[in-house]
Structure formats: C-alpha cells, structure tokens
C-alpha cells in the first residue's frame, strides 16, 4: 500500500517505545503497564468504514484494531489508591489498516473496592501520529484520552479492563469522522 508508515519512522516509533520501557525498568518504584488494544465501535454510523478490512459487522461499526502499548505509572507503589503521573506510547492498526500511534502523558486516579478490585481512570493528553482517511497522508494531531478501567490486583501484576473514549478529530480526520469507544486490556507490573 502507498501509504504504508515509512520504515525509518516505525524504528523512530519502536525505539520510543523501548526507550520507554527500559526507562520505567530503570526508576526504583512505578508501575509498567503492557497494553494490548483490540476493538472499535464507531458512535455514528456516518463514521463507519465500510471498507475496513477487520470490521466484525456489515456497517463498518464496529471494527478489530490489533496493538500494543506501554505506559508508565509514577506512582511509589502500584498496590496504592489515589491520583499519579503516568505516559504512555503505542502503535495499533486504524480501521483503514494502516499504522497509527500515539504518545503523551496525563493523571491516574485509582480506587480500591471489595478486596482487591479496583476502579480507575486516566486522562491524558496525546499526540497521535496516523494516516488521514481522506487523503491518505500521515499527520500529527493532539488529542485527549480518556478512559475507565475495572481491574484486579493479583499480588505481582494487575490487569485492568479499559473502555476509552475517542473524541471525533476534525483536524486532521485520523481517527475517524465520528466519536468512538474503545476496548483494551492493560496488565501492570
């Protein structure tokens, strides 16, 4: 496909994400999330894809975007309540099938219920790097994220359940012509 992520800007994007990951390895106390991104659905029928090769139903409404991310969570101990820094980074497929990523940095805020389940939500502001639908051109675009998760704290990881919300980007049109939710699963060590 011609408007494929150019080779030199997906090492850019990787070695991020790794510089990333061996950073959070290197700080004495925090929490790394693995992130793994999985399916779409599109608020307005207008915005659907319809020609989105991993859609899972007729409309394009609701679509599998396969990815994975890494965050960091600055919080002194992961088994803690209450707000903290973190970023995050990752690269997924769009509903086009093209590379998209993103990378930017928010607030955490966790809360504890019933043993050791969770409830949390991150807000973040982020710069997403992706391919235009219209003219098939990548772009950067800023846009904000936000999420809520439900989780479990297993004693050596968690794993948390996210539902984002993925405002309509009328800038650039990288995202999509709609708002969209968004599910993925984190695990945090």
Known sequence: MD???????????????????????????GE?????????????RKGAVYNAPLKLDHAGVKVFNPGLGLGYDFRQDRHTEGISAIVHGGIFENCDNHPFSFVGAGARYRKYFYKKN?????????L??????????????????????????????????????????????ITSSTDMLFLSVAVSF
Do not use: R, W
């Not at 408007?3 to 990951?21: D, E």
């Not at 969770?118 to 982020?126: A, F, I, K, P, W």
């Open 128 to 173: 997403t790097y992706g391919n235009d639908s219209d003219d098939k051109h990548y772009s950067l675009a800023p846009m904000p994220y936000v999420n809520i998760g439900i989780g479990h704290d297993y004693g050596k990881y968690l794993v948390t359940y996210y539902l984002s919300y993925i405002p309509k980007d009328s800038g650039s049109h």
């Open 118 to 126: 969770y409830v949390e939500t991150n807000v973040l502001g982020v």
């Open 32 to 44: 790394v999330d693995v992130d793994m991104f999985g399916f779409t659905y599109h608020l307005h």
């Open 3 to 29: 408007s494929q992520l150019p080779k030199p800007k997906i090492y850019v994007i990787s070695c991020l994400l790794l510089g990333l990951f061996f950073f959070s390895f290197s700080c004495l106390a």
